[in-house]
């Protein structure tokens, strides 16, 4: 990649997926080469909010989402500052806060919330399963996304285990419209899930191992305190290889 001159563009699904995945990679070529990071869900939606959502608000010491958002964007903005990239938000709305085409407020749902959301827990955002509502949101991605990418560009995108829809929205669109494709290893969710086997085989992939300037993760991965307290409490942070995975 050095000698062919491509830029590297990195599609993160949220505001800190890249960094947590891909930071060793990012920091060893921040003076080599030309980095861009596209961030597309950036944003949540109005209250009322489903249970989960306001226990992760609460956790990570905000009252609205409107407010966690913004400082999350601040976060990443900073942490990638020290790379030298500039990133690029497309405020697609995050899955946790996305509603159903049927939206309707009134005292049901102003009561229980979950009603009109696509993915009311935890367990139905990371099912592995993309509802088919969420099929209206692929072109508008697709064509934000080709706005920014060069058709020589390398892309990196995430390889979605542990099955956040977002992850799988992500993936599937760099798969279907860019020809370099490089998939990262979902960090911390490839700390207690596997690889997609059926996935790595259809599109004959090819694993590598990246070790270079992990030192470097850590201080980069604690710039964003808002998602520590939600990944990571008060444990510390494991910083593990790198893996990636490309067409062999």
């Known amino acids: 990649m050095i000698t062919l001159g491509t830029d590297m563009v990195f599609v993160s699904p ?10 060793g990679l990012m920091f060893f070529f921040k003076k080599k080469k ?15 909010e489903i249970f989960f959502n306001k226990r992760s608000l609460l956790r990570a010491g905000f009252d609205d989402s409107d407010s966690y958002f913004k400082q999350r964007k601040k976060e990443d903005k900073a942490v990638l500052a020290g790379i030298g990239v500039k990133p690029i938000n497309l405020d697609f709305v995050d899955a946790a806060w996305r509603k159903k085409k049927t939206f309707r407020q009134n005292r049901l749902t102003n009561f229980i919330p979950e009603i009109n959301h696509l993915y009311p827990t935890k367990f139905h955002y990371l099912s592995g399963t993309v509802d088919k509502e969420d099929e ?4 508008g991605i697709t064509t934000a996304l080709k706005k920014i990418i060069k058709k ?31 998939y990262w290893s979902d960090y911390p969710y490839n700390l207690m899930k596997n690889p997609d086997k059926k996935f790595i085989i259809r599109n004959n992939l090819k694993k ?38 490309y067409h062999a």
């Open 14 to 23: 949220h505001l800190d997926d890249v960094v947590l995945s891909s930071g």
């Open 34 to 48: 030309n980095i861009k990071v596209v961030n597309v869900f950036t944003k949540g939606s109005e209250p009322p």
């Open 136 to 139: 209206i949101l692929m072109p």
């Open 152 to 182: 020589d560009a390398v892309v990196f995108c995430p390889l979605a285990i542990g099955g956040h829809v977002d992850h799988l929205i992500v993936r599937n669109i760099c798969q279907e419209n860019f020809s370099s494709v490089v």
């Open 208 to 245: 590598s191992v990246w070790t270079k300037s992990l030192e470097n993760k850590e201080a980069l991965i604690n710039g964003y305190e808002t998602q520590k307290r939600l990944l990571f409490k008060d444990h510390p942070i494991k910083i593990v290889p790198e893996e990636y995975y």
